[in-house]
């Protein structure tokens, strides 16, 4: 274990962000990025309402993180990235589908609400895997997830119809 600032400690490939202030900093951060869709997620933790983990480019996380009995918890798969790979580059993605009581498939554009249903799921079911993908990952997340666990409640927030993630820019607005 690392101390970096107070409030926040790296595992390993993990971090941990538990102090207020640091917590209030990743969510100013994200207000100024205009990134502002998770920030619900993001404020709820920082309430410690529910207990969030999230991981990057198929990183494991952590089981201990996944066992908090003090609150409920939101696993975040952040894999809205051109290269990521869907289920397959997640080796752990088996294991959460199992642990979790209520799946998110988000497979379009962020917005708050998205993230306060969320929140709102965690707290009725105390488990909850939130995975964030480009649309061309949806199919296959939702067949895993259907397979692994036939009867598992999962919200499915995709693009509406003739719509795609990621919306590409035009080359009109790229000059």
């Known amino acids: 274990?690392?101390?970096?600032?107070?409030?926040?400690?790296i595992f390993g490939n993990a971090v941990e962000l538990t102090g207020d202030a640091v917590m209030a900093d990743l969510i100013a951060k994200l207000q100024?990025?205009?990134?502002t869709y998770r920030i619900p997620l993001f404020q709820a933790a920082r309430q410690k309402i529910v207990s969030l983990v999230a991981a990057t480019d198929g990183e494991p996380m952590l089981m201990r993180y996944l066992k908090d009995t003090r609150r409920p918890v939101v696993a975040l798969l952040a894999g809205d990235t051109p290269t990521d790979r869907g289920p397959d580059g997640w080796p752990q993605a088996r294991k959460l589908i199992r642990w979790a009581e209520h799946v998110f498939i988000h497979a379009t554009g962020g917005q708050p609400f998205h993230?306060?249903?969320?929140?709102?799921?965690?707290?009725?079911?105390?488990?909850?895997?939130?995975?964030?993908?480009?649309?061309?990952?949806?199919?296959?997340?939702?067949?895993?997830?259907?397979?692994?666990?036939?009867?598992?409640?999962?919200?499915?927030?995709?693009?509406?119809?003739?719509?795609?993630?990621?919306?590409?820019?035009?080359?009109?607005?790229?000059?």
């Open 1 to 9: 274990m690392v101390e970096t600032v107070p409030g926040s400690r």
């Open 32 to 35: 100024a990025a205009g990134e």
């Open 115 to 175: 993230y306060e249903m969320m929140v709102m799921a965690a707290q009725m079911k105390s488990r909850v895997l939130v995975i964030e993908c480009e649309y061309r990952h949806h199919a296959a997340w939702l067949a895993l997830v259907v397979k692994l666990r036939p009867r598992l409640p999962v919200v499915n927030l995709i693009p509406p119809p003739g719509g795609a993630h990621p919306v590409m820019p035009s080359k009109r607005e790229m000059h």
